[in-house]
T-cell receptor, first 116, second 113 residues
Framework: GAVVSQHPSRVICKSGTSVKIECRSLDFQATTMFWYRQFPKQSLMLMAT?????????EQGVEKDKFLINHASLTLSTLTVTSAHPEDSSFYIC????????????FGSGTRLTVV | TQLLEQSPQFLSIQEGENLTVYCNSSSVFSSLQWYRQEPGEGPVLLVT?????EVKKLKRLTFQFGDARKDSSLHITAAQPGDTGLYLCAGGDGGTSYGKLTFGQGTILTVHP
């Protein structure tokens, strides 16, 4: 149980276009999901907290107009990278936590975004 | 701002050796989690510790949460090549609901046959 599915796993897009990444909790409901960015051989950097039915909370330095987050249902959050540039190329990962004590966060398998 | 200092950043050892990874903070965390991540994949939860002084064992891995809930360690006995990966510690700030996670910098472990 406690599976988070992330799609797509890899995407290549042209500069100036937008890309949408989906994060789904398959067997549990998640009122909160988290979006991270990870550079090669580095740790995860939290970008924003996605809240079902309300606005996302962005970390300092993250452009909310560039990284649009929508959490319209209890099982789906989306991250849209708008007007992508090569410097947006990175590994994006989402996570969610099933309710209940002693459950850690479950992470998606990540999305490798390459902007050319 | 809560920070987690993870060390060492890189660890390269021979099969059969033991190793310890440390996570330290000046802040108190409600929980401490350890993850392992392989290239191109998301992190996979290894363990969650919530009680100060708690020790958990997972086969050859031993996890410890400091008495003051500010630090944690991961000890691997008789490392194997399959243990190779990025190990991440993460502290929770939301009591039993965990809340937002603060990640350490990560430890890249390479175990040579």
């Amino acid at each position: 149980g406690a599976v988070v599915s992330q799609h797509p796993s890899r995407v290549i897009c042209k500069s100036g276009t937008s890309v949408k990444i989906e994060c789904r909790s398959l067997d549990f409901q998640a009122t909160t999901m988290f979006w991270y960015r990870q550079f090669p051989k580095q740790s995860l950097m939290l970008m924003a907290t996605s809240n079902e039915g309300s606005k996302a909370t962005y970390e300092q330095g993250v452009e909310k107009d560039k990284f649009l987050i929508n959490h319209a249902s209890l099982t789906l959050s989306t991250l849209t990278v708008t007007s992508a540039h090569p410097e947006d190329s990175s590994f994006y990962i989402c996570s969610a936590r099933p309710l209940g004590l002693n459950y850690g966060y479950t992470f998606g398998s990540g999305t490798r975004l390459t902007v050319v | 701002t809560q920070l987690l200092e993870q060390s060492p950043q890189f660890l390269s050892i021979q099969e059969g050796e033991n190793l310890t990874v440390y996570c330290n903070s000046s802040s108190v965390f409600s929980s401490l989690q350890w993850y392992r991540q392989e290239p191109g994949e998301g992190p996979v939860l290894l363990v969650t510790v919530v009680t100060g002084g708690e020790v958990k064992k997972l086969k050859r891995l031993t996890f410890q949460f400091g008495d003051a809930r500010k630090d944690s360690s991961l000890h691997i006995t008789a490392a194997q090549p399959g243990d190779t990966g990025l190990y991440l510690c993460a502290g929770g700030d939301g009591g039993t609901s965990y809340g937002k996670l603060t990640f350490g910098q990560g430890t890249i472990l390479t175990v040579h046959p």
